[in-house]
C-alpha cells in the first residue's frame, strides 16, 4: 500500500539514489518520521519531509574540511555524529541545531558507528589513526591502534557495520575485513 513501510522505503532508497547522483555523499535515515540528513563538501542539510525541502544543519567554513561520515542514533534521532575531514568529530543533541565537538582523531573521520545494543557505545575509524571508541555518549575515548600494528594498512578503515544481536563488529580497512566482538 502507499503508507505502508515497504512503500516508505522504497521513497527513502529512491531519494537515496537521487541523492547519489546529485553528489551528495552521505546519507542517514530516520524512518519513524521521514527524516533524512544529508552531506555533500562542508555542508551537513536536514529534512524532515523526505527531502521536498531541506535546511542546514551545519556548515564549515575552514578551508579543505568537509562532512567525512554522518551517522544518527537509531535510539534518540536527535543525536547526530558527524566525523569531519580534519578529524574533528562532532556531536549534536538538537537534531543539528547545535554542534559540540567530541573529539579531535587528527585524522580524517571515514565512518562512525553506533552500537544498535547500546547507544551510548560508539565506534569511530579513521582515514590512518585506527578506531577510536566511546562507551559513555562521547565523554572519553580510547584509541584502539596498538591492536592493529601487525596488520598491515588495519588503521586504515573506510567503512564500519555491526550486528546487534552478536554484538560483532565489522571493519573495511586496508588490511582487508576486520571482525570483533569487543
Known amino acids: 500500500g502507499r503508507g505502508s513501510p515497504a512503500s516508505l522505503i522504497r521513497v527513502v532508497a529512491e531519494r537515496a539514489a537521487l541523492l547519489g ?17 544529508v552531506a555533500r563538501g562542508a555542508r551537513l542539510m536536514k529534512s524532515t519531509d523526505c527531502l521536498r525541502s531541506v535546511t542546514d544543519a551545519y556548515v ?15 535510539y534518540d534521532p536527535n543525536v547526530v555524529w558527524v566525523g569531519l575531514s580534519n578529524g574533528d568529530l562532532l556531536k549534536s543533541l538538537d537534531a543539528g541545531k547545535s554542534w559540540r565537538t567530541m573529539n579531535a582523531t587528527k585524522a580524517n573521520v571515514s565512518a562512525i558507528l553506533v552500537s ?3 547507544s551510548r557505545q560508539v565506534l569511530v575509524g579513521t582515514e ?16 584502539v591502534d596498538k591492536e592493529l600494528k601487525d596488520l598491515r594498512n588495519g588503521n ?20 582487508g575485513l576486520l571482525k570483533s566482538r569487543d
Open 21 to 37: 547522483y546529485l553528489g551528495f555523499t552521505k546519507v542517514a535515515y530516520r524512518f519513524l518520521d521521514l527524516s533524512m540528513d
Open 60 to 74: 564549515d567554513t575552514r578551508a579543505k574540511v568537509e562532512v567525512s561520515a554522518l551517522s544518527v542514533d537509531w
Open 116 to 118: 544498535r545494543a547500546d
Open 128 to 143: 590512518k589513526g585506527g578506531f577510536f571508541r566511546t562507551t559513555d555518549g562521547g565523554a572519553t575515548w580510547k584509541q
Open 156 to 175: 586504515k578503515v573506510s567503512a564500519l557495520v555491526g550486528d546487534k544481536a552478536s554484538g560483532t563488529v565489522i571493519a573495511a580497512t586496508g588490511y
